[in-house]
T-cell receptor, first 111, second 113 residues
């Protein structure tokens, strides 16, 4: 089992550009989560999906953020336009029965 | 909304000393999970506690769930440098959907020789 796969591992982009983060969950897991981690705010849940359906997006900071899960094996988190305050590590995690398995994360730097 | 706090935020110990982190919730939890995140790494699941007063051990790590199911602790006996990292508790909150977790603030452990 390859685990949860995220890409890219690192992303540096200029303010105003669109950023797309990708995640492939563990096969058979029915829930997928997107988190953001910063020193100031810790680990924050942005959105999660159950059986590919968005259940709770109350953590999405604003309309610049959007997430999709077109099928059980792929999800994206998009930021458009990006801002320097979006700089953080973004984690994707998947789960089947409560226990969550995290990907290695994408470190995003917006300059 | 629900809050979960961990104390201390940071602890620095010498190798061989014991370490304890505490997790406190403002509401009763159906279960609680613990995760460890190494520096530069991602959170990794350690354990889940479900029953009131439950105690589980993993080698030098002892996890406890409070009788009222509102608090939990993680105790490490005789710390080693491999224990360095941030320890998070996490529990289901909010909508009642079991699959959603809210993570605590974390306790960062530093171990020196």
């Amino acid at each position: 089992d390859a685990g949860v796969i995220q890409s890219p591992r690192h992303e540096v982009t200029e303010m105003g550009q669109e950023v797309t983060l990708r995640c492939k969950p563990i096969s058979g897991h029915n829930s997928l989560f997107w988190y953001r981690q910063t020193m100031m705010r810790g680990l924050e849940l942005l959105i999660y999906f159950n059986n590919n359906v968005p259940i709770d997006d109350s953590g999405m900071p604003e309309d610049r953020f959007s997430a999709k899960m077109p099928n059980a094996s792929f999800s994206t988190l998009k930021i458009q336009p990006s801002e320097p305050r979006d700089s953080a590590v973004y984690f994707c995690a998947s789960s089947l029965a409560g226990r969550q398995v995290f990907g290695s994360g994408t470190r995003l730097t917006v300059v | 909304g629900q809050q979960v706090m961990q104390i201390p935020q940071y602890q620095h110990v010498q190798e061989g000393e014991d370490f304890t982190t505490y997790c406190n919730s403002s509401t009763t939890l159906s279960n609680i999970q613990w995760y460890k995140q190494r520096p530069g790494g991602h959170p990794v699941f350690l354990i889940q506690l479900v029953k009131s007063g439950e105690v589980k051990k993993q080698k030098r790590l002892t996890f406890q769930f409070g009788e009222a199911k509102k608090n939990s602790s993680l105790h490490i006996t005789a710390t080693q440098t491999t224990d360095v990292g941030t320890y998070f508790c996490a529990g289901p909150w909010g909508s009642g959907t079991a699959s959603k977790l809210t993570f605590g603030t974390g306790t960062r452990l530093q171990v020196t020789l």
